[in-house]
């Protein structure tokens, strides 16, 4: 039985028009996507289809990486919706064409698997990441129908869904397998969306229930696939591709990096590498959503809470562990060495916006805009053009050279032997609209804030809204009503602010929050105007206490956003810093710093650097210094140096 | 020119007589020799050796290690000299014979090797381990030729030695190679001291001025080798045998890990794998020692205060990377991360023992004494029978999952892949005699404090002399000469002592440290009693604020002693504890606890556990507690848990 969930306005109902989050869609035009387009074209993906589709094109010794073609479709479709540009959507409809010419007669389409081994077929799902890029083929191509109506594309895409159908279930003759790296379900319930047919959903359905099951007469099908190979080929198959695999392999023993060690019901604590996680557990959310299974659903809020209460990092991204990419053990959040990778900050965000949806609750809107504006923008530069993949809470340059800081960056590259990351920002900041306002029967619920024009689908008929504000960087958000209709505006109150209030028409409006959302029910007439208030002064912030690595230290956050220390702000050896708790956080809106930012100031300590041997009889002198610090999101855009997000306080009137 | 350096004194002219060391080598007679012979024995590391001499003995699918035989063959022979046994000594001199009997004509003997690869010699000096081995071979027979006399020990040492000799060399037909991993140089100037013969000395230059050398006619050997081995054998040969391999790569490019990056007069800073770098810098120090080379000296001396300045753990271990066991950035001293190999302490503390002998100094003394007591004895369990490798500063073992974490152990190991550890501690512990004090022409210098008995080869004469004290559970050290002679007794004053007195026949006498040094200049009688007193009270420690990991944070010692906090005292989450600055710190003498040990105790205070969210408005409230250390060294003797070294500091009265 379908469950009541909150409906997601069509791209095209919900269009951002101002905000911090609206200039992120314009560097997405204007910067990001030209450069990865080019970056794609320049690196033989684009070739690669080219040569699936027939064309002759010039050999490559280095063929390129088309898994993430996918994703730029999608943000590309979305770009194309946020500004016209004739030029780059016939680029688009030709890639389009290409790709219908490359798919196989039965669906299949992949064009680097076509190239390289065109006889092989879902040979190594546990390390292939085939199902992985036909996912983001899918999902590209739907984007394509959805954001611009092209039907080409969604034939291609019904053409990889009937692909996966006729070859993955649990009929004889079919494979009763799963993909190493969940994404195909996401792709697979956006396909049902987009037709209807139940097939697509009952493929979601299988690969979700299936995925970690074993028996004695239903051996689990890693072990099954892995025996196979080996018999059939002496070897693995793609699996020694991995350079990772050494690194991996202590987390493989019962495929938990996969999600694969339970199955998908029994799953209680998030475990295994963060972005395969996050994606399952969407494909679980996905699928509890439709069915309304509320054995799937306690699974679901299961997970959420144990991301929730020890395994995400302040800056809302998750994977401590950075080798392994991987959700590490409860409070175990080392802040100079947690991978945090953008990509991981994506799946919690996709996996918070599905259970707000499920049952409404301000906690994963507050999660989900700690993961955008902390990780998710704090991934690319704010000229577009570099990305980081992971996104640590502390960088001490000086000891990069160790290899447990192997992934740890102080600069953004340029682009990476992995680009997972910038494209799926991409396509995430192309489709924002989707994630700021959901519509219940007749409700209205303001998730993020952010300037917005919408369409409400209520039940007694579209309902047109506008909402404008300078959020983040301001706490005020004034929301009009278009159109007559008798329906609830729920908005959310962070469980950050300490005060806010709503104001109807410009008198204030008692309201109380409940599960984090303030209600407003009422005939709305058109212009009627709410605005909330929210207060917010710039805070310390402290973790719980078993958080070993944080222990007497503490942060800063302004509203949503966290803020760091650079050492180009403060000098070197930010780790010598105290921050007395008598100290006043002070801010200051500097217009022409870091793209128009405000600042924090605070009167701290710094021990002095004092010549004598390396271990000394006494503590160092202490020199008062003004602590500066910058929103995390828009650090490493200038010179290369130190980073720290905690600063150990000191208390006075002890 | 042989430079004036002072003299070791011969192992049977120097006996520990009482006091925490001796206590140790009561262990190595009774418990850690006779474990460690029964797993080589178990092991079939002896077997392989019957094997090599030719005897047949049953075939094992896991051959076991011989490599650590002549580390335990040096072992035995001090052992032998500590307690006699008759069973023991034959059992030595069994395996002398045996090792004869396996040795090949020309001298070569490497009962692995010989097995495995009979027809191989020196093709992988890069990575094979091989001449490490014999040297270890030459000073375990030469130890057997010091301590007992052995003649046939001797010529089987001599013997590799011609055969290294023969082998190597800047002569046409020689090869121009070293080993990756040093320790043939140690070797060779024993058999150089045991002999006379200048062959051994000149094999010893050859190999330290060699090292790291390169030109346009003479490239890197180790360039060299790999290309030959891939040109005759199509891969690298041994080189792909360590399990290491992936994780080393990245140091590897230079050979900066082995020491090889510039030739040893060029070096300045202390680089590479650390137990490597140590034994060739004991090597270098040894052909300075015979040379008088003043560019080789001053190579040492800076290598030396690299260590001191930015690369020593306060446990007075080093190689901070616990990837590549390797030295670090200076000043990059992560507690949690560190390798702190306790071979590396060894390797220092001879490296030291070295520096000592070239130019007398306090500071090499007080440096080799934080190794001997806070890493080498921390490195064996109070049983004798459990090992650490690694010897970190804090262990958080709901971490230890994480890879980057997987040299750590809360545990110490029954044995080990690689246990090279525990028969390089047993020979030390073996020969602390030589160590103790060392004989200039007219001066006694005595450099560690323990019961001795000892007779000084001064140049007028043989003096006795004997030393009691309990050091370093109490500061009183009661020196008595026993011959008639005018000399220079000379005491080192630990640079962390701040109060000490001397007293000479019952009364102070008034004396000042040169260069850590007191010194009692006179014409002693037999009888004459020096009585030094050294005040170690418990004392905090900081360290250079340029150690980003510590600093804010102390750690306790009491006089060469370092303590830490166990979980088993203080409970869990070591890292929420707090210590005032006011905090008085208490010693309590527990004669029942881990072999009677002084403890700690001090005033802290520790964040309280409070339900709530992962992160907080404000921070955890604090309550008193009583904070127990007890000496590092006896760490991890009782139930698993938490260590930590340093904690943050509060200052109170600001």
């Not at 039965?106 to 190239?115: E, F, K, N, R, V």
């Not at 036909?134 to 039907?151: K, R, V």
């Not at 995925?211 to 239903?218: A, D, F």
């Not at 918070?352 to 690319?380: C, F, I, K, W």
Request: proline share 6%; glycine share 8%.
């Amino acid at each position: 039985m379908k469950r009541e969930v909150l409906k997601e306005l069509p791209l095209s109902a919900a269009a951002l028009t101002g905000g911090m989050l609206q200039e992120y869609q314009q560097l997405l035009v204007e910067e990001m996507l030209p450069y990865q387009i080019e970056i794609l074209e320049q690196g033989g993906a684009l070739d690669m289809i080219r040569r699936a589709a027939g064309y002759r094109v010039p050999e490559r010794t280095e063929p390129g990486r088309p898994t993430d073609v996918g994703k730029l479709l999608e943000a590309t479709a979305y770009a194309l919706l946020l500004r016209e540009d004739p030029a780059l959507k016939r680029k688009l409809e030709e890639l389009i064409g290409l790709l219908e010419q490359a798919q196989y007669a039965d669906g299949y389409l992949h064009p680097i698997m076509q190239a390289s081994r065109p006889s092989d077929r879902f040979l190594s799902l546990l390390m292939s990441h085939e199902m992985y890029t036909l996912g983001h083929y899918m999902e590209g191509l739907l984007a394509c129908y959805e954001a611009l109506g092209n039907e080409q594309a969604l034939r291609c895409a019904r053409g990889i869904g009937d692909c996966l159908c006729q070859w993955f279930g649990t009929e004889p003759g079919k494979i009763r397998g799963y993909d190493g790296h969940p994404e195909v379900e996401l792709a697979l319930y956006r396909l049902y969306g987009c037709t209807g047919e139940k097939k697509y959903l009952e493929c979601l359905r299988f690969f979700v229930e299936e995925r970690g099951r074993s028996g004695p007469e239903h051996p689990h099908y890693f072990d099954w696939e892995q025996q196979r190979n080996r018999e059939k080929f002496g070897k693995p198959v793609l699996g020694e591709l991995s350079r990772w695999a050494d690194r991996h392999r202590p987390y493989w023993g019962n495929y938990e990096y996969f999600q694969a060690h339970l199955p998908a019901r029994q799953l209680r604590e998030p475990t295994g590498h963060a972005v395969r996680a996050t994606y399952f557990y969407c494909g679980m959310a996905d699928l509890a959503m439709e069915t309304g299974d509320e054995e799937l659903m306690e699974a679901c809020r299961s997970l959420w809470q144990g991301f929730e209460q020890g395994n995400v990092a302040l800056n809302g991204s998750i994977g401590q562990d950075g080798f392994w990419e991987g959700i590490g053990r409860a409070y175990d959040l080392p802040p100079d060495y947690s991978y945090n990778e953008t990509c991981a900050a994506i799946g919690l965000f996709l996996f918070g916006h599905r259970m707000m949806r499920l049952e409404p609750d301000g906690a994963y809107g507050d999660q989900m805009e700690l993961s955008l504006y902390n990780t998710v923008l704090a991934g690319t530069s704010l000229d577009g053009r570099h990305y980081f993949y992971c996104n640590p809470l502390e960088v001490w340059p000086h000891s990069l050279y160790r290899y447990d800081k192997i992934h740890i960056q102080a600069r953004r590259y340029e682009w990476d032997d992995c680009p997972c990351c910038p494209p799926n920002e991409a396509r995430l900041l192309g489709e924002l609209g989707r994630f700021a306002v959901l519509s219940g029967r007749q409700e209205a619920w303001v998730n993020l804030y952010t300037g917005l024009r919408c369409t409400l689908p209520l039940d007694s008929g579209p309902v047109r809204m506008e909402m404008v504000t300078e959020y983040p960087r301001e706490g005020r958000i004034r929301i009009t009503v278009l159109d007559s209709a008798r329906f609830t505006l729920r908005l959310r109150i962070p469980a950050w602010c300490r005060e806010w209030r709503l104001l109807l028409n410009g008198e204030r409006t008692p309201a109380a929050a409940e599960k984090g959302f303030a209600a407003l029910e009422r005939s709305w007439q058109p212009g009627d105007c709410a605005v909330l208030e929210l207060e917010m002064p710039c805070r310390r912030v402290y973790a719980d206490p078993r958080a070993y690595h944080l222990a007497h230290q503490t942060a800063v956050m302004r509203g949503p956003l966290l803020y760091c220390a650079e050492q180009a702000d403060n000098g070197e050896l930010l780790s010598r810093i105290l921050l007395p708790d008598s100290s006043v956080l002070e801010e200051h809106w500097e217009e022409d710093l870091l793209g128009g930012v405000y600042t924090v100031t605070a009167e701290a300590r710094r021990a002095m650097l004092q010549e004598g041997p390396l271990y000394r009889a006494g503590p160092p002198a202490w020199e008062k210094m003004q602590l500066k610090l910058v929103p995390y999101y828009t650090w490493a855009n200038r010179e290369e140096g130190e980073m720290r997000v905690f600063f150990p306080e000191i208390r006075t009137g002890l």
